[in-house]
Nanobody, 124 residues
Framework: QVRLVESGGGLVQAGGSLRLSCAAS????????MGWFRQTPGKEREFVGT????????TYADSTKGRFTISRDNAKNTVSLQMNSLKPEDTAVYYC?????????????????WGQGTQVTVSS
């Protein structure tokens, strides 16, 4: 059983930065593709970014690339999301997710394990 726990959410002013972390337990972390998604009430879960299992290849949604950076530390079983130049439209609950599939995965249906989410609120 894989457990994912997000942390680091909070309230930040527009233009500010925030770093989210996701701690994993159970399973073999280095063998999972990791992703970040976000969701607001009334909307479907939205892809934010993903990082591959071994080569740390990343890809991002058009709305976040250039501002957000995903990294992972397999020795510590953690993945992080560094968010810079935050905008009010970035406000959402952010979820960490793990996939047993290799390669870049951008759809929520491709992920098998999910964290509980952490709230990010960007004020204007």
């Amino acid at each position: 059983q894989v457990r994912l726990v997000e942390s680091g959410g909070g309230l930040v002013q527009a233009g500010g930065s925030l770093r989210l972390s996701c701690a994993a337990s159970g399973g073999t972390f280095s063998q999972y593709t990791m992703g970040w998604f976000r969701q607001t009430p009334g909307k479907e879960r939205e892809f934010v970014g993903t990082i591959t299992r071994y080569r740390d290849t990343t890809t991002y949604a058009d709305s976040t690339k250039g501002r957000f950076t995903i990294s992972r530390d397999n020795a510590k079983n953690t993945v992080s999301l560094q968010m810079n130049s935050l905008k009010p439209e970035d406000t959402a609950v952010y979820y960490c997710a793990a996939s047993v599939l290799a390669g870049l995965r951008t759809r929520a249906t491709e992920y098998h394990y999910w964290g509980q989410g952490t709230q990010v609120t960007v004020s204007s």
